[in-house]
């Protein structure tokens, strides 16, 4: 058992001061606000959420691919030198960079990650001899990081909406519908070796890449559904000459879209499928620094949210692992899109606060996670503020979150609590020196990859 003090604390029904936060066995048992300081006591202790949507192997490539191409570079050129980079990844490389991710995430202010993991075969297709042997490599660097997991198995069984057969970069995804039910199988039994609040769902990759049929069997499969939907204008061109209708429509109309899923991007969408999409009660998977990177294009934010929809941020390629950049640069699109300011504050809560409350219930709605807030009942995934510093003198309520958000970064993040793990102390995870190691050893040997 472990109790807190927080001397202020964002609760569900607003901010309380003076808050004694009791953890066990990894659940919140009890919050009382006015309580005498006792304990672990912090300054300020926010819920933390999950990343709801990242590529871990990418992680690696960051920083690589800015340079010109041939002509003028885009997302599908990207794509091309990410196949060409993940053909030299081993197991064993996935599992040094996946920890170093996790690390760097509890850093940021997340207390879990939903990984969409479609990397599962030897180069040029060929099966593990244990056919969910990479999955396994991140549930171990998962237990090495202490973050909460929920795994997401990638169904990818074609190379376009007119079943052409996987070109060559893809072929460590591909999977027919009676493998993947193997792996999947194979990846629920590792990730059961984890501690409780880690959990296992399914992703069938694209409207591009999955079949009716294999669309429909990964609906029926227990657990969260992701989908990448409308990310780019061509994907959305694609689908529609193929299937009749725009992506994000055609989902609607022919899967059971329902607060079980989580439609990834969405950058490309009209007022309609946008109204429609935020009625469905799925999660929008929003991941503002790489749709910026790739020129996925702008979310629908503000119509999105006045229209009842829930929303969690993402890292998706981890270009740059900031849970702060990610909140702002949510907003700053819907700015300069709309060119106003505040555009996602209500009356009664800033932007900031819209941000996080929005962060914390979606993610975790779409990892399938027990948390999002501080309440009984709930996993302890919380995070503290360090707000002794000129930047938090004599801020108050919701100008807690806008300062960091707005006028900081990350580093205010002191601890994080993983479902009561304290993963992260002074600003540190608990096993930085040993994660990082590993992962330079294993970037040493892939120089030069790209």
Do not use: K
């Not at 004599?394 to 793990?421: E, H, K, M, N």
Request: net charge negative; aromatic share 6%; proline share 4%.
């Amino acid at each position: 058992m472990t109790i807190l003090h927080a001397a202020t604390a964002l609760l569900p029904d607003g901010w309380a001061r003076d808050v004694r936060i009791r953890i066990d066995a990894g659940r919140i048992a009890e919050v009382t606000a006015g309580a005498l300081a006792a304990g672990d006591i912090r300054r300020c202790i926010l819920p933390a959420p999950v990343n709801l949507h990242s590529h871990m192997f990418q992680r690696a490539m960051a920083g690589l691919t800015e340079g010109r191409t041939a002509g003028q570079d885009s997302f599908w050129t990207w794509r091309s030198l990410m196949y060409r980079f993940l053909d030299q990844l081993s197991p064993d490389d996935v599992q040094a960079i996946a920890a170093q991710v996790m690390m760097e995430m509890a850093e940021a202010g997340y207390a879990g990650v939903a990984e969409f993991h479609y990397l599962h075969h030897a180069p040029g297709g060929h099966v593990y001899d244990a056919v969910a042997e990479m999955a396994a490599q991140v549930v171990a660097a998962a237990d090495a990081a202490g973050l909460g997991l929920t795994l997401l198995p990638v169904l990818y069984e074609r190379g376009g909406c007119d079943g052409r057969a996987l070109s060559a970069g893809q072929m460590r995804f591909g999977n027919d519908p009676e493998r993947f039910g193997r792996l999947w199988q194979a990846s629920a039994r590792a990730v059961a070796g984890l501690p409780a609040d880690s959990g296992i769902g399914v992703a069938p990759h694209s409207l591009r890449a999955v079949s009716a049929g294999g669309l429909a069997m990964a609906a029926g499969m227990p657990g969260p559904v992701h989908i990448h939907v409308a990310e780019q204008v061509a994907e959305v061109a694609e689908v529609e000459a193929a299937l009749g209708a725009r992506p994000v429509a055609w989902l609607l109309d022919h899967a059971p879209v329902d607060a079980r899923w989580c439609l990834i991007h969405a950058t490309q969408m009209q007022p309609a499928e946008t109204v429609a999409m935020a009625r469905s009660g799925a999660v929008a998977g929003l991941c503002p620094i790489t749709e910026a990177n790739l020129g996925d294009g702008i979310f629908d934010g503000a119509r999105y949210l006045a229209a009842g929809g829930r929303f969690g941020v993402g890292s998706d390629s981890n270009v740059r692992i900031s849970l702060t950049e990610e909140l702002r640069l949510l907003e700053y699109s819907q700015r300069l899109a709309l060119r106003g300011r505040a555009v996602l504050a209500t009356d009664g809560r800033s932007t900031g606060r819209v941000l996080l409350d929005g962060a914390c219930a979606g993610g975790a709605q779409a990892a399938g996670r027990g948390a999002g807030g501080i309440a009984v009942g709930m996993w302890a995934d919380l995070l503290a503020l360090d707000t002794d510093t000129a930047d938090f003198d004599g801020r108050t309520g919701d100008a807690i979150l806008d300062t960091p958000i707005f006028a900081g970064d990350d580093r205010s993040v002191t601890d994080l609590w993983s479902a009561g793990r304290h993963i992260v102390q002074g600003g540190r995870h608990r096993a930085r020196e040993a994660i990082s190691a590993r992962y330079r050893a294993t970037m040493r040997r892939l120089r030069g990859a790209l």
